[in-house]
């Protein structure tokens, strides 16, 4: 997503034409190659941190519009994202490990863990964005 933002901003490289138009899910390794040449020709690519808060931005959004159901989110470890805002904080901390246990880590039944996440989602998608890509 952010490949695809610069290049709509204007940096036009190859390294970015590429790595606009690969998958989510993309082998890390070929990622990490990708982001040293972006480096080496001056563009910032956002940090592992920043990248997953910016990630975490647009799941809430993707949940808000239906595209994903709340136990999408019990995945790829989404409650160990480093956050810094209450909104993103008040998020991940309804976000379990797995999706069969929100009862025994939250106390919560699935009905009133779900209202609760899409609150809370709703409020982080609402707040300020973080940077450039949110």
Do not use: K
Request: negative net charge; hydrophobic residues 45%; charged residues 25%.
């Amino acid at each position: 997503m952010i490949a695809a933002e610069a290049l709509a901003a204007g940096l036009d490289t190859p390294t970015l034409c590429e790595l606009a138009g690969w998958p989510r899910n993309a082998d890390a390794r070929d990622i990490r190659d990708v982001r040293a040449s972006s480096c080496r020709v001056g563009v910032r690519v956002a940090g592992r941190s920043l990248a997953r808060r910016h990630a975490l931005r647009r799941m809430a959004a993707r949940l808000i519009d239906g595209e994903i159901i709340p136990a999408d989110l019990a995945t790829d470890d989404w409650w160990e994202t480093e956050v810094e805002t209450a909104a993103e904080q008040s998020f991940v901390a309804l976000i379990p490990q797995c999706d069969c246990c929100i009862e025994y880590t939250l106390r919560l039944d699935q009905q009133t863990w779900a209202a609760q996440l899409r609150n809370a989602a709703l409020a982080l998608t609402s707040s300020p964005p973080i940077g450039p890509g949110c």
